[in-house]
């Protein structure tokens, strides 16, 4: 049996109207528009939220404190940096909101780069009463409880985080000293009825009204729309994949929205933590392959 899935794509009664690697527009990916040479291995992935209270595009923004920082690509839709945060090379991608805006940009990258370390950095609201404004969420896992990743993977594939990222990023975070929480997120597609918040008119169904308590019971600490796509697909096509989140609200536990909060520190973390990775992947690389196993050294 033929356990490569790509290679269905040869029965494929319309493969030749549709490229194998997507579209290209003058020999560049069509979405991003990248330079794929020029894409760092570690990628910081943003969305353009005014939730987050950017001064600017985000990624135009974080590129301004790295060192040699050029811009790769332009689209419109997606711009594009790269740089070197401490000597490490970091490429910073900033878009829309959600899953599928985050399958375009993953798409172009895990197909036309070398990149193979995928690390969300934006903003969330929180669920668990244990999460206060400010505050940053490290995910572990995710519950995918939107619908891009399902088209890939059935519900029941599990949306876990890569444990080098999870490591590298709680590390920097303790060194940091900034509060942060290590544990489960779940990504929804609605950001209003589908986690619990009234929609239009103060529009709800009965089954919204249990939506908060039922996940913060299940231990989940925060919600945003972006981290199951940007965990699950890397995990599919073997890359690693992260999410770094802050937390500008509470509902349920009754503490209010504050624009931008803990954004600066998920982004700190962020960046730390891939000095921390980017450490241990060289050591990796020196030891010929000897993978860190947490709370062993």
Not at 234 to 247: D, E, I, Y
Request: charged residues 20%; aromatic residues 8%.
């Amino acid at each position: 049996m033929n356990w490569d899935s790509s290679a269905l794509y040869d029965t494929y009664k319309y493969a030749h109207n549709v490229p194998k690697r997507g579209l290209l527009v003058d020999g560049r990916p069509a979405l991003s528009r990248i330079d794929p040479d020029k894409v760092a291995r570690y990628v910081l992935l943003m969305v353009r939220d005014p939730l987050c209270a950017y001064d600017d595009d985000p990624a135009t923004q974080l590129a301004a404190e790295l060192d040699d920082a050029e811009r790769i690509g332009e689209s419109g839709m997606f711009t594009t940096w790269s740089g070197t945060h401490q000597g490490v090379p970091v490429t910073v991608v900033s878009g829309g909101s959600g899953s599928p805006e985050a399958e375009l940009i993953l798409h172009e990258l895990l197909e036309f780069t070398t990149a193979d370390t995928f690390v969300r950095v934006g903003g969330s609201g929180g669920i668990h009463p244990s999460v206060d404004p400010g505050d940053v969420v490290i995910s572990s896992g995710v519950v995918r409880d939107e619908g891009m990743t399902q088209a890939y993977i059935p519900a029941s594939y599990p949306g876990v985080a890569s444990y080098e990222v999870v490591v590298a990023m709680a590390r920097a975070a303790a060194t940091l000293g900034l509060p942060h929480h290590v544990g489960v997120t779940r990504s929804s597609d609605s950001d209003f009825c589908g986690v619990g918040r009234p929609s239009v008119g103060g529009y709800f169904q009965p089954w919204h009204l249990d939506v908060l308590e039922t996940w913060a019971r299940a231990g989940v600490l925060n919600g945003d729309r972006e981290s199951a796509a940007i965990v699950t697909l890397p995990a599919l096509f073997g890359k690693r994949g992260g999410s770094v989140c802050s937390v500008a609200d509470n509902v349920i536990a009754d503490r209010p929205f504050v624009a931008g909060a803990g954004h600066r520190s998920a982004t700190d973390i962020a960046l730390a933590g891939l000095v921390v990775l980017a450490e241990h992947d060289a050591a990796v690389t020196a030891s010929g392959g000897q993978r860190w196993i947490p709370g062993l050294r």
